[in-house]
């Protein structure tokens, strides 16, 4: 809803989840914020739903993508993502440092090792500019560059 307030008039978000159940919670006030007509739901996989928009032309055509699903598939919804942002355009990725998972050494969870995987990518891919926010749980904003 925050993404939804801050959009113009016409702009649109897609919000992915693949349970109803949660954006349901959110739907009433979406409503109530009058930005209910900018939030396109999909519910499904968010694998799917971004293969579809990439599969539809719309590659290099969103400002703005905030991942925040599942953590095994971060490294797929990232490049996802940037397929699907604009040249300049924004990736935010929430949960990156994961509670401080990430340096225990005996940590060998699925999930631990996709943000780990993920991290260590970003920081080494020259087609974006990241920045690591230590607040809240860790969030990586990048900018997608020329
Ligand atoms: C941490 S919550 C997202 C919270 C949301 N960013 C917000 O601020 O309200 C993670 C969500 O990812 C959804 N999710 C988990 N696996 C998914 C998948 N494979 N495809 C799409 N959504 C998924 C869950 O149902 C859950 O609602």
Redesign the pocket.
């Known amino acids: 809803m925050s993404v939804a307030l801050a959009l113009p008039a016409d702009g649109t978000l897609i919000a992915?989840?693949?349970?109803a159940e949660?954006p349901a919670i959110?739907q009433p006030y979406w409503e109530a914020a009058g930005v209910a007509d900018r939030i396109d739901l999909r519910i499904g996989?968010?694998?799917e739903t971004l293969d579809g928009l990439i599969k539809d032309g719309r590659a290099g055509t969103f400002d703005f993508a905030?991942i925040?699903?599942?953590k095994k598939?971060y490294g797929v919804y990232y490049e996802q993502c940037l397929t699907l942002v604009r040249t300049n355009g924004l990736i935010l990725i929430d949960n990156v440092l994961w509670d401080g998972r990430l340096i225990d050494s005996a940590d060998d969870d699925r999930a631990t090792n996709a943000i780990r995987d993920l991290n260590e990518k970003i920081r080494d891919d020259e087609r974006v500019f990241p920045s690591m926010l230590p607040i809240g749980d860790g969030l990586t904003i990048l900018r997608k560059l020329p």
């Open positions: 992915c989840d693949r349970n949660w959110g996989k968010a694998v905030f925040d699903g599942d598939n």
